[in-house]
Each structure stands twice: as C-alpha cells, then as structure tokens.
C-alpha cells in the first residue's frame, strides 16, 4: 500500500500548481484522502479531506476558495489544485488516506497511509 505524490514546484504569487496522489494497492474511493502541509519551523497541518463528512469534502479556511480536490477514478488518483497561491501557501505538501469516513476534519492521528511529500514554494 502506497501513496505516491509528484507536482511539487516553485511558482509566483499568485499562480497555479496541481499535486497528484496516486494511490498504489487500494483503491482510494474506500478511503478519505486528506491533504497537509508543512511549513518550514511550523507543525504540520491538515488544509482539506476527500470523502470525509461521509462523502464530502472539507477545506480551511486558509485554502477554501483557492484550492479545490477533483479525482480520477480510472487512475486511482486524487488532484489537488491550488490556486491564487501565496507566499504563505510555501511548504512541504502531502497526502494520506484513513478509513474514517465520518471524520469532519482532517486529524493527522486518523491518518494510516502517507506519502512521501513534496515541496511546493510560492515566491512574491
């Protein structure tokens, strides 16, 4: 089982990015993926879940609006587009997978599956 992760990048304030998240020996529809970052001298955060709220998504407030999470189905994969990124939106992104899909936030301790990160850093 695992998530594999790729679209990192530098872009400037203001651009775009998509992070892919292959998953490999699940299917992830039996899952909520969730998305985190980590910021340099910070915790990581949990920013988004899908399939989460049985079937839902979730966004904070701090992305709600700029990102959104599609998925590919026949490729197993779930999308993270990020938009209107800013300064502030600079860190090391992953995702995961945990089972609990009546969660209504994306706890790191429900997480089971992760990948390996990737960076993504937004110049001003």
């Known amino acids: 089982v695992q998530l594999v992760e790729s679209g990192g990048g530098t872009v400037q304030s203001g651009g775009s990015l998509r992070l892919s998240c292959a998953a490999l020996?699940?299917?992830?529809?039996?899952?909520?993926i969730g998305w985190f970052r980590q910021a340099p001298g910070k915790e990581r955060e949990g920013i988004s879940c899908?399939?989460?709220?049985?079937?839902?998504?979730f966004y904070t407030n701090s992305v709600l609006g700029r990102f959104i999470i599609t998925s590919d189905s026949a490729k197993n994969t779930v999308f993270l587009h990020m938009n209107r990124l800013k300064p502030e939106d600079t860190a090391v992104y992953y995702c995961a997978a945990s089972k609990n899909r009546g969660s209504y936030y994306p706890f790191e301790d429900e997480y089971e599956y992760w990948g390996q990160g990737t960076q993504v850093t937004v110049s001003s």
């Open positions: 020996g699940f299917t992830f529809d039996d899952y909520v």
């Open positions: 899908f399939g989460c709220r049985d079937g839902g998504t």
